[in-house]
C-alpha cells in the first residue's frame, strides 16, 4: 500500500518543466525575462505559463513596466507550498529528516537514532519517518536519502555500491525505500548531493561549473560540469583525500607520506597539535601561538593545493568550502589565497572561492533537494 496521499507530482513535459526550473533557481521572473532565457516564443511562454498556474506551481503576479518596451509582463511566482520533499541524512548510528517546499526552504526536521545498522531495520525507520511527515505534510512529493557512501545507478534506482559509516555493500537502496514509500526515492553520496543542492539553491545558485569542497573528518569535493552533477563512472568523483600535496611531511591513516588528508582533516590537525581539539588548535593560531599555526598554516596550504588541483583539472566557475572544518579555511584568508595561486597553472584562472557556514542539517536539505532534483 503507498504512504502517500491522494496528491502525487504530475508528469510534466520538457517545456513545462524548465520554465518552472528557471522560476525555481533563478527567482521570481517576468515573461519577457523568461521568453529571453529560455529561447521560446511569447505564445508558448504564455500557455506554459498558464499550464503551471492550472498546476499550482506558480503564480501570476503584479505586471512589470517595461521602460519603451511595448506592454507590462506579467512575473511568475512559485508557489513554495505547492508541493515537499522529504530528505534524509544516514549515519552509522542516526537518521536526520528534514522536509523542504517547493522553494527548497526547510520546514520540518527531526532525528531519530537507528534500531541496528541492518537494512531492512533502516528502510523500516524511514517508512515510518516518511509516514509520519506526509501526515503534516501531504503533499511530499519524493524523498532523497544521502549518506557517506558510494553511489551509483540510473535516477531513481540507484543503489550503494559501499558505506563503511553502515556496513553496506551493494545494496538497492532507492528502490527499497521507494517500495516502502510508495515515492519516488534519490540516493547520493553526501558531498555530491551537496553539490547538487547548492547548484541549485545555494551558495552556487546558478553557476554552470562549479567545485564544493567538505571539509570535516575526511575532504572530499562534488563537481558540477556542463550544469550537470558530476556523478564519476564508479559513484566517486572528487576523491581528493589521497591527493599528494608534499614530498614530505606527515603520514595519513593510510600510511601515505604528504596526502591531503595527512594535513587538512580534522584528525590529522588534532593530531598535529597533540592531541588537543580542532576549535581550540585554530583558537591558539589565530592567537599566533607558533606551535598552531604552523600546525594550521600547513594543513591551509595544503587545501590550497587540492583547490588549485581540482581548478586546473575542470577549470571551474566557483569553489564552494563547507563543512564542519571550515574554520580552518577562514583562520587565513591570505595564505589560502597565495596557496591557491602559488599551485595554479599561470593561465588558469584564479577561481572565485566562497566560504559557506555549514551546518549538519545541511545534509538533510541536501537529501530533499535531491528529491526535488529527482521529479525535476
Ligand atoms: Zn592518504
Redesign the pocket.
Known sequence: MSLSSTWSWPALHDAQRSVLLEVLVHGSRSRAELTQRTGMSRASLSRLSRDLVDLGFVVEGEAQARPGRGRPSETLHVRADAAQFAGIKLTGDALYAAVVDLSASVIDTVEHPLPSREVDDVVDLIGTVVADLLTAHPRISAVGVCLAGDVVGDQGHRRIVGSHFLGWENVPLADLVSDRCGLPTEIGNDVQSLTAAHHWFGAGRGARSLALIGLGAGIGAGLVIGGEPLRGAHGHPGKV??LRVSDTGP??????VG????FVTIPAIERHAGGRPFDEVIARAAQGVPADVEVVESAVRALGIVISNLVCIVDVEKVILTGEGLPLAESFPDLLSSAIAEALDPAAETPSVLLHPFQFADYAWAAAVSAIRLVL
Open positions: 583525500g589521497h603520514t595519513c591513516d593510510r600510511g601515505h596526502c591531503a588528508s595527512a
